[in-house]
């Protein structure tokens, strides 16, 4: 086992549990449609979704950090490209429920989700990675 990798690991999921905690506590709750801007992507309501999808994917991607080092770190017999493309794979579909789980919450009608088709790329790259792993 490699105690650096360990301790690097359970400081990236401290600094994602941080994020998240800061996020939902002291960020998040402020943001309305009332005070954002509608963009190219849709009314104001997209653009809350966005930033809350992208509060979020942040969370994720400290999360994922933090798993794949600690299991590098305990897992000395597997090859360190597999570890590391099915964590990414994971990551991704992770990323891409975020951003429909946010983006379904805010918009309030099915075109306006799809002008934003971002969840679909995730995915894409989620497949590819784990399918480079095999």
């Known amino acids: ?11 990236c999921v401290a600094l994602a549990v941080g994020h998240a905690t800061l996020g939902l506590v002291w960020v998040l709750p402020g943001l309305t449609k009332e005070r954002l801007p509608r963009t190219p992507f849709g009314p104001p309501s997209m653009t809350v979704a966005m930033v809350r999808a992208t509060w979020h994917i942040v969370t994720v991607f400290a999360l994922t950090v933090g798993g794949l080092l600690m299991t590098l770190a305990w897992d000395e017999t597997g090859d360190p490209k597999t570890v590391t493309l ?3 794979a994971a990551m991704w579909m992770g990323v891409a429920a975020t951003a429909v789980f946010a983006g379904a919450r805010r918009v309030h009608n099915l075109r306006d989700l799809l002008r934003l088709p971002v969840p679909v790329f995730f995915v894409i790259v989620a497949v590819l990675c784990w399918l480079a792993s095999t």
């Open 1 to 11: 086992m490699n105690v650096g990798l360990v301790i690097a690991g359970v400081i």
């Open 86 to 88: 099915r964590w990414l």
